[in-house]
């Protein structure tokens, strides 16, 4: 079986009721959830007039390889609702990123793993930390604490009531 931590993320809608059909959408298509952080709301990254963003991350043991996960993630998105369009940081009921997978690095056309910004965002670190903060980032040989220590990130992260993610 292959480990793989993922970040959801949406700031359109019932972002809670996102964040948790993703999760029943993970399970059924993608594998077992073996840990959830707390949900964090969080400033749209690069877009000062966006909504504000809830992110969880999770823990996933799946028997999909990578590309093949995020093929997976891809379809869960769209049937979500998500559109793809040629903007970044636009605002989206749903985003559904792998950010490490076993302790591999992937570059490819497709995929590129760890998720090259990670290490540049606290609404990916702060979440991440809570389920993985022994974990090392394959290409910075640092642990995601360390990490999240060094991040120059300044939007604000703030955590969501303690089990507001339970279904």
């Given at each position: 079986m292959?480990v793989a ?5 949406g ?7 996102f ?6 959408l ?5 594998g077992e959830i ?6 964090y709301?969080?400033?749209a990254?690069?877009n ?10 999770i823990?996933?043991k799946t028997k999909?390889?990578a ?11 769209k ?16 985003d ?6 076993n302790?591999?690095c992937?570059?490819?056309k497709a ?7 990670m ?23 640092q ?23 339970l279904?």
């Amino acid at each position: 079986m292959n480990v793989a931590f993922l970040c959801l993320g949406g700031n359109i809608g019932e972002r809670l009721a996102f964040i948790n059909e993703a999760k029943h959408l993970i399970k059924r298509f993608c594998g077992e959830i073996e840990l959830e952080s707390n949900i964090y709301e969080t400033q749209a990254w690069g877009n000062d007039e966006a909504p504000d963003y809830y992110n969880q991350c999770i823990k996933l043991k799946t028997k999909w390889e990578a590309e093949e996960l995020l093929v997976k993630l891809l379809m869960i998105e769209k049937e979500m609702g998500r559109e793809r369009t040629k903007f970044k940081n636009e605002s989206r009921p749903i985003d559904l990123d792998i950010l490490l997978f076993n302790e591999t690095c992937i570059n490819t056309k497709a995929c590129e793993i760890p998720h090259p910004r990670m290490h540049l965002r606290l609404f990916v670190l702060k979440p991440l930390n809570e389920i993985a903060g022994h974990e090392i980032h394959p290409l910075f040989k640092q642990s995601i604490t360390e990490l999240l220590i060094n991040c120059s990130d300044t939007l604000e992260v703030k955590k969501l009531s303690p089990n507001v993610h339970l279904c």
